[in-house]
């Protein structure tokens, strides 16, 4: 009926008059399209199906959602749709003339902002009638969306104060009126051009002859569209970066948390890459099957529904970079595919490892001998028979207690800090818990060496350098036992990592670093029990850190200052505004600011003013003058 809205109720069906239902299911949302089927055209003589009014159809439409006939939700919709129509008439010549903003504001009244009506505290709205500004005319808007779209500017002599002007404003004030106003005429005529470059793309060279002339280690790896080649990576949040791009020879292998809703696909295997001589290269790509998802599914969620979605995605990816000086011969990429469905939570692996074309060992470093920032430190236990040795610091999970916290290696030039926490109760005893603590915290460190550089052989103890430890305990210090239940003195709950490194040299211009000393100390603190209103059958939390700090020294001593730079400073050109020894600096050859030629010019000509000017102040100089003018 007109003018009534039926019941609701899940027994209609996908169509309705001339209106169609479509449903489109997707992943974990619907899309519902509405659709008119009838004619929209004004109707001719003698013609039906059509409309006889311009306004063609009014209605009200009731969408509902249902599941299992009970009414989730309910959506209406009001129709209000126009016949289509050709305009046939006279078009009127009468329009609107926009002035030229460069010499006229657009709007002399920004706060008018409602057709045909007053608004309130717009005091130059023209509709606003004397008796309706009288009811705001204390309170109307200021400033440029209050009207003034001229403001008195700062140079104009009306503007003038005596608190904020200086004393010569009187003398180069501006006399002009608002219409010449500086916040006009800011407009720059030229030809605009929108420019449409790519994310992480390189303009491409001019000049004729190949794009590149070699890679340097850290540039990004470029595809033959002339974009960075981009591999999933970790920002520095700790987050999955998906279009991060592969800097040359620099290695990584991140994880990344994802499920079937947010999973996106990487570049295409079939993108070319630059080689770094201009050339492109395909990449070698072996597709592998994962049998075993329990390395790669962390977490499985329950499923309410009998059907569950689940899609082939990608597990792992690994490239391998093989390159030879400032080029890439060769890419292989090893991925792992395999079923994820609705639910489960994904850990993808990324890695990138780059490996010299002239290396027979895979482990051997490419190129540059020393230590890259992010590379793991080496470690080695020489008393043992198995050298291989670690140097780490934790990674907790979970609770973050101790007992389940993982390692995470040390990374070269990257100081971090970490910890976990360790149950105690109110009955520990002092000298078994600092005993505990010391255990927990040397377990970080299986090694008794640390390689100067990466490339460090085992065979070689030159290669290596002894980590210095500093006990928490020695025979000089008083450890104190702690006869107070809860309070425990001298508990060694921080280790100091300090790892000092130099410059030793470069490698195709790269620096080459390496490790000079590495100190493990330990730092103590007093524990105490925490506990509410009652201790008994408690556990209390002790933190325990280790902190790594990478040290730079200059690779060889500064010189020593002499006698004369020591004793008299204000001749130091380093520690003064003034530095004399550098008056005459211009003067030298050492000076590049203008040519040699045009300073000894400049030069002569003071010297020889100052000259005259020594002259002419002699007392003699002016007997002289006195005796010529007699």
Same mark, same amino acid.
């Given at each position: ?156 002599? $009306? ?47 001019? $000049? ?142 990324? $890695? ?279």
């Amino acid at each position: 009926d007109v003018g009534k809205l039926q019941l609701a109720n899940c027994s209609g069906s996908k169509r309705a008059g001339d209106w169609n239902l479509n449903v489109t299911p997707g992943m974990n949302t619907s899309k519902v399209t509405i659709s008119l089927t009838r004619n929209l055209q004004l109707c001719l003589p003698n013609a039906t199906d059509c409309c006889t009014t311009p306004l063609c159809v009014v209605e009200t439409l009731q969408v509902l959602a249902c599941r299992d006939s009970v009414i989730l939700a309910h959506l209406l919709i009001q129709a209000e749709i126009y016949a289509n129509s050709s305009f046939t008439g006279n078009v009127s010549e009468n329009a609107t003339v926009i002035p030229n903003q460069a010499f006229q504001p657009l709007g002399s009244c920004p706060c008018d902002l409602t057709a045909g009506a007053c608004d309130v505290r717009c005091c130059c709205d023209p509709e606003c009638t004397p008796d309706l500004k009288q009811l705001f005319n204390e309170s109307c808007f200021t400033g440029v969306f209050g009207g003034d779209v001229n403001p008195p500017f700062d140079q104009l002599c $009306s503007s003038w104060s005596m608190e904020y002007t200086p004393d010569w404003f009187p003398f180069l004030c501006v006399q002009s009126s608002l219409n010449n106003t500086p916040f006009l005429g800011y407009f720059y005529h030229g030809s605009i051009s929108i420019p449409r470059v790519p994310p992480f793309k390189i303009p491409l060279q001019t $000049s004729p002859g190949k794009l590149f002339t070699g890679y340097r280690q850290g540039d990004p790896i470029m595809t033959e569209e002339n974009e960075c080649f981009t591999i999933p990576q970790q920002s520095m949040a700790g987050q999955c970066v998906g279009n991060a791009p592969v800097a040359y020879r620099q290695n990584f292998d991140v994880k990344c948390l994802t499920h079937l809703a947010s999973y996106k696909e990487g570049l295409p295997h079939d993108v070319r890459i630059n080689s770094g001589t201009g050339d492109f290269i395909q990449q070698n790509v072996i597709y592998r099957t994962v049998t075993d998802t329990g390395k790669f599914i962390t977490e499985s969620e329950s499923l309410h529904t009998a059907e569950v979605l689940c899609q082939n995605v990608t597990f792992a990816e690994h490239y391998t970079f093989i390159w030879k000086d400032k080029n890439i011969e060769q890419i292989n990429v090893t991925v792992f595919l395999g079923s994820l469905c609705e639910g489960e939570i994904l850990t993808q692996r990324f $890695s990138a490892n780059f490996l010299s074309l002239n290396s027979t060992n895979a482990a051997e470093l490419f190129g540059n001998p020393g230590y890259q920032v992010g590379k793991s430190v080496k470690a080695a236990n020489m008393n043992a028979s198995d050298t291989s040795g670690n140097l780490n610091i934790w990674q907790p999970a979970g609770r973050g207690l101790c007992a389940s916290a993982t390692y995470t290696p040390v990374l070269f030039g990257l100081d971090s800090f970490s910890g976990c926490m360790l149950e105690v109760g109110i009955n520990e005893d002092c000298s078994l818990l600092r005993g505990n603590v010391t255990e927990k915290l040397n377990s970080l460190i299986q090694a008794t060496h640390i390689g100067k550089r990466d490339n460090s052989s085992y065979s070689d103890l030159n290669d290596w350098v002894e980590i210095i430890r500093l006990d928490p305990f020695n025979s000089e210090t008083n450890v104190s036992t702690g006869n107070l239940k809860g309070i425990c003195p001298d508990i060694p709950a921080n280790l100091n990592i300090r790892l000092i490194f130099a410059d030793v040299g470069a490698v195709q211009g790269i620096p080459q670093q390496e490790i000079l000393a590495v100190q493990i100390s330990y730092s103590t603190v007093i524990w105490q029990f925490q506990c509410g209103l009652t201790c008994e059958n408690s556990v209390s939390f002790l933190p325990i850190t280790a902190s790594v700090q990478f040290i730079k020294v200059p690779s060889q001593p500064p010189i020593p200052m002499t006698r004369f730079q020591i004793n008299y400073t204000e001749f130091d050109c380093n520690r003064n505004d003034v530095c004399w020894p550098q008056l005459f600096y211009p003067l030298t050859r050492f000076y590049t600011g203008e040519p040699y030629s045009q300073c000894l010019a400049k030069g002569l000509s003071l010297a020889f003013l100052v000259l005259l000017a020594a002259i002419m102040s002699n007392p003699w100089f002016s007997k002289l003058r006195n005796s010529f003018l007699v």
